[in-house]
């Protein structure tokens, strides 16, 4: 799933001061960009509604000599019974720390993470806000889209890449 994005800002050094004292940006928006737990527990709290996940595709990309450069790329919808795409997620993982760690594609990351009892850190690379028609018309929403990048480490090692991007309806839940 591609689509055109027109981004009117974007920061890719991510310092917290920066977008803590960034007065421009929405308090619901720095909570959800910037935490460093799940997405789908901040969900549930905002909208009082339990988190659902719909599981578009997962491609494997495979180099059959070289395992290591062998990849997973999953993409998902995260939402709610009320209102089912909250977030487009894809991420983006090496084989074999996939099929050794992430066992149920059908549930969100952070949700198996935290019901797991793993210890991982979010490196978070770049936040956006813009404009896409073909968000527009996937979210059943106007714009602008706030988004962000991230590498996700478990033990110290990168396990994955990962890309979202937020509907502007979270905003009415505060």
Same mark, same amino acid.
């Given at each position: 799933m591609t689509f055109n994005f027109v981004s009117c800002w974007n920061t890719k050094r991510i310092l917290p001061n920066q977008i803590y004292r960034n007065g421009s940006?929405?308090?619901i928006w720095k909570v959800i960009l910037l935490g460093d737990g799940s997405f789908t527990r901040h969900?549930?709290?905002?909208?009082?509604?339990?988190?659902s996940v719909d599981h578009l595709n997962t491609f494997i990309y495979s180099n059959e000599q070289i395992l290591l450069k062998s990849f997973i790329n999953r993409k998902v919808w995260i939402g709610t019974n009320t209102?089912?795409? +909250?977030i487009f997620a894809s991420?983006?993982?090496n084989i074999k720390g996939y099929e050794k760690l992430y066992k149920y594609p059908s549930q969100a990351i952070g949700s198996f993470f935290i019901q797991s009892e793993l210890d991982f850190y979010r490196d978070i690379h770049e936040i956006f806000l813009?404009?896409?028609?073909?968000?527009?018309? +996937?979210?059943?929403?106007?714009?602008?889209f706030w988004g962000r990048h991230y590498t996700l480490f478990y033990k110290g090692k990168p396990i994955s890449?990962?890309?979202?991007?937020?509907?502007? +309806?979270?905003?009415?839940?505060?």
């Open positions: 940006i929405p308090i969900s549930e709290i905002l909208t009082y509604a339990i988190t209102c089912k795409k +909250l991420s983006w993982w813009g404009y896409s028609f073909e968000l527009e018309k +996937l979210f059943s929403s106007k714009g602008p890449i990962i890309y979202e991007i937020f509907s502007p +309806l979270l905003e009415n839940f505060q």
